[in-house]
């Protein structure tokens, strides 16, 4: 590259540093909203957001941005980043300028009233506070959907958190895992051992939880102290503002500490993640995430790969049996089959790693509809406890437990439920190729050592921000494009050693 074309790109950073900063700006209401916000906050704050993302979209939309775009699609020899950085902007950039200003504009606000709405109506167990906000979020997004040009309109969603995935590419992936889980389940069932965590439930104070999560996080490799912080919310989320600012929340259930300390391992992985990403990618709308769903691969590995794993459970262990009477007499192993026993059951966020796909097939599939049929909105949580009944074989007994279960909907977010399950997958690939080049990695977790898996991850995952597409990325750490038998290997072994099936 020549000096004027070095000294453009200089520019361009310099441009999309202005974006970054709405971005964070925005995040950090949003976090706010969810955290500490008034509740009689939420109109102001709305409108707020809703002037902030105005001036966001009037600068990726700009006819400057226009021209940045023309000059570096007529340059030959860019290097990889700086593709990959105008690929991702001439993309934001068509998607943005296919949707009128004010409706992206009062989407954004709608977004606002949306969440709001829901965290009533979940507290109030009570649909029809929420049922209006969620019928404009799909009528809103199937609109964005055919002003993107999708035939199919769910795909136009999958695309924003998973670029270049499609439903049919899904619904290939989701049957095979569907029909093992099913099968697997039935072998659980049919098996003569038998596992319960009924004698977990105990009384575990807040504080005593809150230590133990902040012991394990600084131990994995989450720094909370210097670039993020922990917070309680409704919903355990992670946020960052930068590789410098990344923030989670957990929530705590005094009657059992494994929702906390599991959803902090969980959100500590995307953590993690976005705190690796390297300096050099501020400024080129690439210092994030591959997609949603290699950021699972990050929060579903430290959760459930290393999390509840035996070598987790021999280091950490002696301290939750220090800190907790209701311990004392429990060996390891019947811990260990504890938390990793399986039981349909009607929350996600709660379920046993094997159903938990299950979960997200089910959302799948009703997302499918909401966005490509046409379904009566009075309908929805008859469907959702329809599809619960048969697939899990449980059925929600109030809305607060059923269809108002997940934030999700309500911030529109309709296309990357799929990718908790993608995380899944691409995890268990990414650690199988893990296992062939650190082959003591269960040794160094029985010591307490992550700092090669971490550099590994860092090395393979965490380096790369959103330079490459997930389906380059995937390909690039193992070999192979993204499978489905590496979660089913690792589904198998683990669960038919514990039940002998």
């Keep these: ?100 200003e004010a409706e992206y504009v009062q989407f954004e606000i709608d977004k606002a009233l949306s969440q709001s709405a829901w965290e ?29 040009g999708f035939i199919n309109k769910y795909d136009g969603l999958l695309d924003i958190y998973e670029p270049g995935m499609t439903t049919e590419r899904l619904d290939g992936l989701f049957g095979e895992l569907k029909g093992f889980i099913v099968d697997l389940l039935q072998r659980i069932k049919n098996s003569n051992m038998k596992t319960s965590d009924t004698f977990l439930k105990g009384n575990y104070s807040v504080e005593s939880q809150r230590k133990l999560g902040e012991a394990i996080l600084g131990q994995i490799g989450y720094d909370y102290e210097r670039k993020g912080r922990i917070d309680v919310s409704e919903h355990p989320f992670t946020t960052n503002f930068g590789n410098k600012d990344v923030r989670i929340t957990t929530k705590y259930e005094p009657s059992d500490f494994r929702p906390a300390i599991f959803s902090l391992i969980h959100e500590g992985g995307h953590g993690i993640y976005e705190q690796n990403i390297p300096n050099e990618l501020e400024g080129t709308s690439l210092a994030s995430g591959a997609s949603m769903g290699m950021h699972e691969s990050q929060s579903r590995f430290y959760e459930n790969i290393l999390g509840k ?22 060996d390891l192993i019947s811990f260990y089959k504890a938390i990793n026993c399986v039981e349909p059951s009607l929350i996600r966020i709660d379920a046993d790693e094997l159903t938990y796909s299950l979960h997200i097939i089910i959302r799948y599939e009703m997302e499918k509809l909401l966005i490509n049929s046409d379904i009566d909105i009075d309908d929805v949580p008859k469907l959702w406890n329809e599809k619960y009944k048969e697939y899990l074989g449980v059925e929600p007994q109030n809305d607060a437990e ?13 296309g990357y439920f799929p990718t908790y399950a993608l995380g899944n997958l691409y995890g268990s690939q990414i650690f199988n190729k893990l296992k062939e080049e650190i082959p003591d990695w269960n040794q160094k977790i029985n010591s307490g050592d992550f700092s090669s898996i971490t550099k590994w991850l860092n090395e393979n995952v965490h380096q790369y921000g959103s330079i490459f597409k997930p389906a380059e990325l995937i390909k690039k750490i193992t070999g192979e494009e993204l499978s489905a038998k590496y979660f089913i290997e690792y589904l198998n072994d683990k669960f038919g050693q514990i039940y002998d099936c």
Aim: zero cysteines.
């Design 402 to 414: 059923g269809i108002l279960q997940d934030v999700h909907w309500s911030g529109g977010d309709f």
């Design 120 to 148: 009533e109506a979940k507290s109030k167990n009570d649909f029809s506070i929420f049922k209006p906000h969620l019928a404009k979020m799909i009528a809103t997004n199937k609109k964005f959907s055919e002003y993107w």
């Design 1 to 100: 590259m020549n000096e004027i074309t070095i000294a453009k790109i200089e520019e361009l950073k310099e441009y999309l540093k202005k974006i970054e900063y709405l971005g964070s700006s925005i995040s950090l209401l949003h976090w706010d909203s969810l955290v500490y916000m008034p509740k009689e906050a939420i109109e102001y704050r709305s409108e707020m957001i809703g002037y902030l993302t105005g001036e966001s979209y009037k600068l990726t939309t700009s006819a400057e941005m226009k021209e940045f775009i023309d000059y570096f699609n007529g340059i030959d020899d860019l290097d990889q980043l700086t593709k990959a950085m105008i690929e991702n902007i001439e993309k934001d950039y068509n998607l943005a300028t296919k949707i009128p």
């Design 309 to 330: 794993s035996l070598a987790f459970w021999r280091y950490f262990y002696p301290e939750f049996q220090q800190t907790y009477k209701e311990l004392e007499r429990v």
